[in-house]
Nanobody, 118 residues
Framework: QVQLVESGGGLVQAGGSLRLSCAAS????????MGWYRQAPGKQRELVAA???????NYADSVKGRFTISRDNTKNAVYLQMNSLNPEDTAVYYC????????????WGQGTQVTVSS
């Protein structure tokens, strides 16, 4: 069973930065592509950033140039560095794990709230 635990959310002013962390319960990077999704109030959940099966990265257009996904294989951890935050980034952010054989994440963390004040 894969468990994902996010941390690092909080309240930040517009223009500020936050770094989200996701700890996986075991070494899964060899079989799962990790990613981050978010869901704002009244909106559908959307992909923010993710590693591809080929080891590359994908970003939502709205965060390109501002957010960076990274990972530390030795710690079974994935990170999302978020810079130049704006109020539209306010959402619950979820860490995800997608099997390389699947097109959708099969495991989700509990989510961490990010609130950006104007």
């Amino acid at each position: 069973q894969v468990q994902l635990v996010e941390s690092g959310g909080g309240l930040v002013q517009a223009g500020g930065s936050l770094r989200l962390s996701c700890a996986a319960s075991k070494s899964i990077f060899s079989t799962y592509a990790m990613g981050w999704y978010r869901q704002a109030p009244g909106k559908q959940r959307e992909l923010v950033a993710a590693f591809t099966s080929a080891g590359g990265t994908n970003y939502a257009d709205s965060v390109k140039g501002r957010f960076t996904i990274s990972r530390d294989n030795t710690k079974n951890a994935v990170y999302l560095q978020m810079n130049s935050l704006n109020p539209e980034d306010t959402a619950v952010y979820y860490c995800t794990a997608r099997s390389y054989l699947s097109s959708r994440p099969g495991h989700w963390g509990q989510g961490t709230q990010v609130t950006v004040s104007s």
